[in-house]
């Protein structure tokens, strides 16, 4: 599905313009400790001509038929596009923490990543240390991949998704 430039948005925000839209699709997730897990998701990404991206995030735990079992993680936050091309993140979780990531948009390729500069916890969430993720735009998809480290493990695989634009 093509998508649209907004009229209003902001010059920094413009190598990030694919990324403006709602996005579902499926995902698969591991973790050393935990069992496999399927889940689908919803992602909404919007510009309002300030130098940012909202987005906010749900998923939920899917059977392998895809039906829906139950809800899991949400997310939102804000990416803050630089005019040389550096990405600010800052991230908030219903699990209990707060994160703030930098990294670069690729200036060859609409994908960009990100990696944790500070993680805040409550008192009540689970040890997480931090992470790396990778967005990209592939045939008209997004497509991600979350790193993790956290419950004391080294940074490893954790989730990945390919989302379909949906139309609005």
């Not at 987005?55 to 803050?80: C, K, L, P, Y």
């Amino acid at each position: 599905m093509p998508f649209q430039i907004p009229d209003n948005i902001h010059p920094n925000c413009a190598r990030l313009a694919w990324l403006i839209g709602t996005w579902a699709g499926n995902g698969h997730g591991e973790y050393e400790g935990i069992e496999d897990f399927q889940f689908g998701q919803e992602i909404i990404f919007q510009q309002d001509g300030r130098p940012f991206i909202h987005f906010m995030s749900r998923s939920w735990i899917a059977d392998a038929e895809g039906n829906h079992v139950r809800e899991a993680a949400q997310e939102t936050g804000f990416i803050r596009p630089q005019e040389d091309g550096t990405l600010e993140v800052v991230m908030t979780h219903n699990t209990g923490f707060v994160e703030i990531w930098h990294g670069a948009v690729d200036p060859e390729a609409p994908r960009f990543e990100i990696v944790t500069d500070a993680v805040a916890r409550t008192a009540t969430a689970k040890e997480y240390a931090g992470g790396k993720r990778l967005y990209g735009y592939v045939n008209g998809d997004l497509l991600y991949a979350f790193d993790m480290a956290a419950m004391g493990k080294e940074l490893q695989p954790h989730t990945h998704a390919q989302l379909v634009r949906q139309e609005r």
